[in-house]
């Protein structure tokens, strides 16, 4: 333990369950008194849509409800409580003015049935924020709609398809390298292609040889990440595109990590014919907690017939959704994507500007390589060559392992970074600082890793049961997962 553990560790206090509390007979709302005459339900709804009494809700006043939930509240981890660092995640703070914005009347309360002619606020703001994603990506046409990255790889891999499709062979597989994002052979494989891995070389890249050999004319694609989930740029990544291209393939971009680069370089300039963009990580749309996410899908001229459909249009001074686009992939979300996000993007990407969004880049980087150069000594690095935004140590010569230095971390009241991932690195501990952390919260971060592991080449033992001062230590996560418990029993559902 550092000396002074800021934030929820201190929070010891202990809550039942709803169903636990209350008394029969309280309630939480009053009504005025009727004053039409009483009707029987049954004269009102078809038996099917009466619902029988249900036994065992709970029973409480206002303020116990209340309290309940503020309590609940308060065991929260964010990031605007603590340090959040789960590499390419992106855990970045979310500045209160997009909230502000997100809440403007004209924009919270605006039906997204209002005719066109009614909307021209938001579907400006749609545009515009199209705009902002096309020149920061270096594309030539975005999709707002996808609900998050992986349905903009969705998305884009049905698009790359259809192009296929559209000159006569729809091809069979796609290239992934083995340090890919789980999600990319899973769009890869639901629209009906083969993912063909390709191992990285020494250096934590692309093979350009093994992609050579790999690369034919039975293949619709590859899927690459960069910067890559190692944290690190594929430096070879004209040789990437330039050889897939020869063989008629298209190139797919995993642009969740474009914190590392936005401002600095673009995908477009690259031959990256596809990208998705991860607006709650990279443009600070908050996200965890299962929250709404967009995932935007970015393309080049070759795709745009099969743009996801409608698309937001200007013709003078107007706006208009166009959903007239017969080679359309078709629509992949209700009315216009998840539009409180991207007004929170829009609003992050406005406040920022050009020069802001570089240096969000170059903080990003710079707080990534200072945790890596701190810790360099204490933890084993896999891969050695240069990182971006984030850092990919592991738990070989420690004495714990990596679940124990997650776990260990709650206790200093710091959320662990991603664990166990990228596969290819055994023990993965992956740390995204991002840029909006200060030099005094990444220091006490580092401070608590080097503690930690310290700790446990002298006691091992004791790590074993850690955390400790959270509310809930050590669950079977396998049981957890496969067999969870959402129900109180022999109570309502
Ligand atoms: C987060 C992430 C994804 C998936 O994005 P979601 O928005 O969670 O669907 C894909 N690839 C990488 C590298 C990621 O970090």
Not at 121 to 148: R, Y
Request: hydrophobic share 35%.
């Amino acid at each position: 333990m550092t000396e002074h553990t800021p934030g929820i560790s201190g929070l010891i206090s202990d809550e039942p369950i709803i169903f636990e509390v209350g008394s029969p007979g309280r309630k939480a709302y009053s009504l005025p008194s009727c004053d039409v005459p009483d009707v029987e339900i049954e004269t009102l709804l078809p038996p099917g849509e009466i619902r029988d009494t249900i036994d065992g809700l709970p029973e409480l006043t206002e303020l116990d409800v209340v309290r309940h939930f503020t309590r609940l509240s308060q065991w929260n981890f964010s990031i605007d409580t603590n340090f959040y660092p789960l590499g390419s995640c992106t855990m970045k703070y979310n500045p209160k003015i997009n909230e502000t914005m997100a809440r403007l009347p004209g924009f919270a309360q605006h039906h997204p049935m209002t005719p066109d002619a009614d909307s021209q606020g938001s579907l400006q703001l749609l545009f515009e924020l199209q705009e902002c994603l096309k020149t920061i990506s270096g594309m030539d046409h975005v999709s707002l709609q996808p609900a998050a990255g992986a349905q903009g790889e969705f998305a884009g891999m049905l698009m790359i398809k259809a192009y296929h499709d559209a000159k006569g062979n729809p091809r069979k597989k796609v290239l992934l390298p083995d340090s890919a994002h789980g999600t990319n052979p899973a769009s890869a494989t639901l629209c009906g292609y083969k993912s063909v891995q390709l191992p990285s070389n020494a250096e934590g890249l692309i093979d350009v040889a093994k992609l050579e050999a790999a690369m034919d004319e039975d293949t619709a694609a590859i899927m690459l990440t960069n910067p890559n989930t190692l944290g690190m740029f594929e430096k070879d990544i004209l040789k990437i595109t330039d050889i897939v291209h020869k063989k008629g393939g298209l190139v797919y971009c995993d642009g969740a990590n474009l914190n590392a680069v936005m401002g600095i370089t673009k995908m477009g300039d690259m031959g990256i014919d596809v990208l998705h963009i991860n607006l709650h990580k990279t443009f600070s749309t908050p996200h965890g907690g299962g929250g709404p996410g967009a995932g935007p899908v970015c393309i080049k001229d070759i795709l745009e017939p099969y743009l996801p459909a409608p698309v937001v249009e200007k013709s003078g001074s107007k706006y208009r959704l166009n959903a007239d686009r017969p080679q359309s992939v078709g629509r992949l979300k209700s009315f216009n994507g998840n539009f409180g996000m991207l007004l929170r993007a829009y609003a992050y990407i406005r406040t920022l500007g050009p020069e802001g969004i570089k240096q969000v880049a170059q903080s990003a980087v710079l707080n990534a390589n200072y945790i890596r150069a701190k810790l360099k000594d204490t933890f084993h690095l896999p891969f050695n060559g240069p990182s971006l935004h984030e850092c990919v140590f592991n738990d070989k010569g420690q004495g714990i392992t990596t679940m124990d230095f997650a776990k260990a971390l709650i206790d200093h009241g710091f959320h662990p970074p991603t664990v166990y991932f990228p596969l290819i690195v055994k023990g993965a501990l992956m740390i995204e600082p991002t840029e909006t952390e200060s030099k005094e919260t990444l220091d006490g971060f580092i401070a608590a890793m080097q503690s930690i592991a310290k700790k446990g080449q002298e006691d091992a033992e004791s790590f074993h049961s850690s955390p400790n001062l959270a509310k809930v230590t050590r669950p079977d996560e396998a049981q957890a997962a496969r067999n969870p418990k959402l129900r109180w029993p022999g109570h309502a559902r």
